[in-house]
């Protein structure tokens, strides 16, 4: 199956400043990549998300970036909040007829004061 | 948004018992996924359903089993609970491929 791999694990960065967490994946046939905020003790929720056709998406602070030669996409948090430390967990549908999300294994972003 | 609700939201098993975890979503999603959160390996999918009926074994199946007998309720079932179960479980509804999944608040299971 898919393997999604996500770097940094844990990020730490203060206010103000910008985070990025990356992801990789290994089919190219993939062609739906959300990425999920779960704070703690809550349920994962869809922050942002990008299809295969788009290279860039914003909304507000939040940044994608999808390189899909590099089978690579981005999320990106700018001007950070103390509000923004949460898990961060990309994802990758594979396309074709299942309807299945592989998760990366989740960063863990703490913006300080 | 999709109301996506679980339960028990707390659970603790005896190791060889028989464990049902229970989800129930109200906005008519076809797509329903059971998932395990564990500390370093993020969200895994251990079977999913298309709508009533049907189930589907995801990357983590063994162990255990999955009942969708309508559009709105999606069981996971532990035959014979092993602490190696003991885990997080979300359940989570989605409309269709590559969708937003909604997710429920979660069942922490604690097999002793």
Known sequence: GEQVEQLPSILRVQERSSASINCTYENS?????????????ENPKLIIDIRSNME??????????LDKK???????????????????????????????LTFGKGTLLTVTP | EAAVTQSPRN??????????????????HNNMYWYRQDTGHGLRLIHYSYGAGSTEKGDIPDGYKASRPSQENFSLIL??????????????????????????????????
């Open chain 1, 29 to 41: 046939a993939s062609n739906y990549f959300p990425w999920y905020k779960q704070e703690p003790g």
């Open chain 1, 56 to 65: 860039r998406k914003q909304i507000q602070g939040l940044i994608v970036l």
């Open chain 1, 70 to 100: 590099a089978k690579r996409f981005s999320l990106h948090i700018t001007d950070t909040q103390p509000a923004d430390s949460a898990m961060y967990f990309c994802a990758v549908h594979s396309g074709g007829s299942n309807y299945k």
């Open chain 2, 11 to 28: 659970k603790v098993a005896v190791t060889g018992g028989k464990v049902t975890l229970s989800c129930n979503q109200t906005n008519n």
């Open chain 2, 79 to 112: 035959e014979l609970a092993t602490p190696s179960q003991t885990s997080v479980y979300f359940c989570a509804s989605g409309d269709g491929q590559g969708a937003e999944q909604f997710f429920g608040p979660g069942t922490r299971l604690t097999v002793l």
